[in-house]
C-alpha cells in the first residue's frame, strides 16, 4: 500500500512556525486528497487540514488562519506551513488519505511538534 513518510517536526517557541512535509510513496498519494492529522497525549487523532488533487482545503476551526496545506503532486509530497503556533499545537502529526474521501493507509512514524510557552 500506500508508504508515508513525515518530517519536519520540532521543538518551537509558541509564536513561531514549522513546516511539515509528507511524502507518500505510489501514484495514489498523487491522486488522492490527502491531510494532515494530529494526536496529542490523551485525545483521539483528529484532521486539522485537507486538501484534494485540485488544490481546494479544509481545515479544523481551531488552525484556520494559521496553517497552510499545499502538495506538490509531482514529488509525491504534502506540505503543512503552520504558523502562529500555540503550545495546544503540540502532537505528533500524520498524513494520509482524507478519512472523508475514504479508508486511510497504514499509518506513518508521523513526526513531533512541540511547542512551548
Known amino acids: 500500500q500506500v508508504q508515508l513518510v513525515e518530517s519536519g517536526g520540532g521543538l518551537v517557541q509558541a509564536g513561531g512556525s514549522l513546516r511539515l512535509s509528507c511524502t507518500g510513496s505510489?501514484?495514489?498519494?498523487?491522486?488522492?486528497?490527502i491531510a494532515w492529522y494530529r494526536q496529542a497525549p490523551g485525545k483521539v487523532r483528529e484532521l486539522v487540514a485537507a486538501?484534494?488533487?485540485?488544490?481546494?482545503?479544509d481545515y479544523v476551526e481551531s488552525v484556520k488562519g494559521r496553517f497552510t496545506i499545499s502538495r506538490d503532486n509531482a514529488k509525491n509530497t504534502v506540505y503543512l506551513q503552520m504558523n502562529s503556533l500555540k503550545p495546544e499545537d503540540t502532537a505528533v502529526y500524520y498524513c494520509?488519505?482524507?478519512?472523508?474521501?475514504?479508508?486511510?493507509?497504514?499509518w506513518g512514524q508521523g513526526t513531533q511538534v512541540t511547542v512551548s510557552s
Open positions: 486538501i484534494s488533487v485540485g488544490d481546494s482545503t
Open positions: 505510489g501514484r495514489a498519494f498523487s491522486i488522492n486528497p
Open positions: 494520509n488519505q482524507d478519512k472523508n474521501y475514504g479508508s486511510v493507509w497504514r
